[in-house]
């Protein structure tokens, strides 16, 4: 049989193909050329190498002649020792049967390296048809080899993070059918498995989406953009509960630029957008009582100021202050003046229409915004007469039986003002009128109630005159032990001697001066005075007392360790004869903040006392952290002790437990023998009131001090 080369130079040089002279090398030459190795071997246990060509030292490193008849390393030690035992039984099984083999396996370069091979071949049998020897060819594929693997690894990791993902993954037709989805989408959509959900959801606009329209929002995005981000939608679950769910997805086209399939993710916000509802219902609202609070209030009356410009109708704003909650705040606790604020909430909800809005300005300030007053001033002092009622029922806390009354002072637009901030000025104005009126009944606006708010800013200017001139004074009332009768302390009381009004009370001026930030220069200033008295008093030769100082709200913050310190040693006073008083409400405001505060204050020294227990909200667990050394229970309780079973009950209960935290307890506000001798039948340590003693000048202070020094001398 002739070969196609040979036919060819036959046909053309009419020579037999027999005769065509050959160079001795040509076989050599195709052989060295091959991209790979021809071997010849025998079919021993080491495959003994009788011939191999010369891409022997390419391929494995060796020279042909160190492989001959395993003159450095056999055949067989060539393969990799795993792969040696599935090569030489795929090859013996082919020999056996007369097949040729075909097989892929490692071998081990010279230089260690491993390298895949391709190798095919045959058995060579004699005429008994026995194995003469193997032939056969390799071929190095190691590239190929590691490129599948590579193509391997990276699908498995792909389907890993697919199978794996927290996030849903999906894919979908254009005409909203799934083709394939991971495990996370299926549970996302309450589905037991992805297979389950691929048949069962088969219509993604109307099965899925709550609103379809949604889905017409993302194929409206692809088509123009090609994906979506944070494509935001409530969905349906399997068992028609509602979620919310984000999807990010990419629209994926083919060869020929035609649209295949949509892929992306899903994950599920439920969580998140109920965070974020919250969170906005929390900035617009009053944690309280659930109303809108001051920042809904002026939008909201924004609105409908702007509505009744451009329709007309009149608006109006009515502001409604509660007439006794101090009093109930005072005697009863804040958890009882909450649940005043809460009730009273209620009822002026049920005396409005749902247009109107009920919000809480502050404290027990409420402001109503009624909007499209048809019948005017006298439908508006409908709606009022209704609010005054409804307040006014009995409330119950506890077996006892309050009647809280309000005072309300309505502004209208356009007549009393057009923009936000006059409105609810012009109402304050009136709601203060109201009050002098005898409280429990409303006022309408009028101009001359201007000249009341001057008289509060003028008030205000007075006090920073009054702070700058000096027109402050301390006044200081004695602290007696109960055990003895001495004075072993007093209280440092803020008076205000005004050139045009006198002598004028805390109570007038104290909350004018919280109000305009005031609060913490007088603060200030009351206890330099107080620790350099009580230094004064030392130095001439006085028993040596502690002085309280009172402090406000405003003045506990991290930087009052500091301040408190500074005045100590520029006044010369030990801290041991200083005593702060701070009100149990100041206390728990911040518990936490507090309690750091506290804890460093008393590392200077000084003693701490909780004014007013009893009318706010402490705990047994709460007063064990605070680092303080007295409880002065509030002049609310001991007034009645005497008469009021609740009173002395109270009071009987706050000695107890102070002295079980080994803390002296001081009863403020004695005013007569029955309350004097009940608190010191129970235990109480000290008392302070005007039957022992008036706050008094610093003179007469002191010569009430070198009086009892002198009765105490031997």
């Not at 809280?404 to 006059?422: A, F, H, L, N, Q």
């Not at 304050?428 to 008289?455: C, H, I, L």
Request: glycine share 6%; hydrophobic share 40%.
């Amino acid at each position: 049989m002739k070969t196609a080369a040979s036919s060819v130079i036959s046909d053309n040089d009419n020579t037999p193909a027999q005769s065509i002279p050959r160079s001795p090398r040509l076989l050599e030459t195709l052989l060295a050329n091959l991209d790979g190795v021809v071997y010849r071997c025998r079919d021993d246990a080491q495959w003994t190498v009788e011939f191999v060509s010369e891409g022997c030292l390419q391929l494995t490193g060796y020279l042909p002649e160190e492989l001959l008849l395993n003159q450095r390393i056999s055949f067989l030690e060539l393969i990799h020792p795993d792969d040696r035992q599935m090569v030489r039984a795929h090859v013996d099984d082919c020999v056996r049967l007369r097949r040729r083999f075909d097989v892929e396996y490692r071998i081990v370069h010279v230089e260690g390296a491993i390298r895949w091979v391709w190798g095919r071949g045959v058995g060579i049998y004699n005429a008994d048809g026995e194995v003469e020897a193997l032939e056969g060819f390799m071929q190095d594929v190691t590239e190929r080899k590691e490129a599948a693997q590579a193509l391997q690894e990276a699908e498995r990791r792909y389907r890993s993070i697919f199978e794996n993902a927290i996030e849903g993954v999906f894919q979908t037709t254009p005409d909203g059918t799934y083709i394939a989805v991971n495990p996370a989408l299926a549970r996302i959509y309450g589905y037991r498995s992805p297979e389950d959900l691929i048949v069962s959801l088969r219509d993604i606009r109307h099965q899925l989406y709550v609103e379809p329209e949604r889905r017409s929002e993302f194929m409206r995005l692809m088509e123009e953009h090609g994906s979506v981000s944070n494509f935001e939608s409530r969905v349906y679950r399997r068992d028609g509960d509602i979620i919310w769910i984000s999807e990010n997805a990419r629209a994926v086209y083919g060869d020929a630029g035609t649209l295949v399939f949509y892929e992306g993710t899903v994950e599920a916000i439920t969580e998140r957008k109920l965070y974020e509802a919250e969170m906005r219902h929390q900035a617009t609202h009053d944690a309280l009582t659930g109303l809108p609070n001051r920042n809904m209030l002026h939008d909201h009356l924004q609105r409908a100021i702007q509505s009744a410009r451009q329709k007309g109708g009149l608006t109006a704003v009515a502001f409604v202050d509660l007439d006794q909650f101090k009093y109930i705040n005072d005697s009863l606790g804040h958890q009882v003046g909450d649940e005043l604020l809460k009730t009273v909430a209620q009822r002026l909800m049920s005396c409005v229409r749902d247009s109107d809005m009920v919000a809480r300005q502050g404290g027990d300030e409420f402001v109503l915004v009624l909007q499209n007053q048809t019948e005017g001033d006298v439908g508006i002092a409908e709606v009022m007469q209704r609010i005054l009622a409804a307040v006014s029922r009995p409330w119950q806390a506890g077996d006892r039986e309050f009647h809280i009354t309000s005072s309300i002072g309505v502004s209208r637009y356009p007549t009393d003002g057009k923009d936000v901030e006059t409105l609810l000025k012009n109402a304050d104005s009136a709601m203060y009128k109201a009050k002098e009126q005898g409280r429990n009944n409303f006022q309408f606006f009028a101009p001359w109630m201007d000249t009341q708010v001057s008289n509060r800013l003028e008030m205000l200017i007075s006090l920073r005159r009054a702070l700058d001139q000096q027109e402050f004074k301390l006044f200081y009332q004695p602290k007696l032990s109960l055990k003895d009768g001495r004075i072993i302390g007093a209280e440092a009381l803020i008076r205000w001697e005004s050139p045009e009004q006198g002598m004028v009370a805390p109570d007038r001026f104290i909350p004018f001066a919280e109000e305009a930030g005031l609060i913490v220069p007088i603060g200030e200033w009351v206890l330099r005075t107080a620790c350099r008295q009580n230094k004064a008093w030392q130095d001439a030769g006085l028993p040596p007392i502690p002085v309280a100082v009172n402090l406000s709200p405003r003045q506990m913050n991290q930087a009052l360790p500091e301040f408190v310190a500074n005045v100590l040693t520029d006044s010369g006073l030990s801290a041991s004869w200083l005593e702060l008083e701070i009100t149990e409400n100041v206390v728990m405001k911040d518990a936490e903040k507090t309690v750091a505060t506290l804890n460093t204050l008393k590392r200077l020294g000084l003693q701490i006392s909780v004014d007013d227990f009893g009318t706010g909200y402490s705990s047994l667990s709460y007063l064990r952290r605070f680092p303080v050394d007295a409880l002065k229970i509030d002049k609310s309780f001991v007034r009645d002790i005497a008469r009021d079973a609740d009173s002395a009950a109270i009071v009987k209960a706050v000695i107890s437990l102070a002295h079980i935290l080994n803390l002296r307890v001081i009863a403020e506000g004695v005013e007569d023998e029955e309350q004097h001798a009940f608190l010191r039948e129970n235990g109480c340590d000290e008392v302070q009131g005007y039957y022992f003693g008036k706050p008094m000048t610093v003179k007469d202070f002191t010569d009430r001090l070198r009086k009892e020094a002198v009765q105490a001398a031997p």
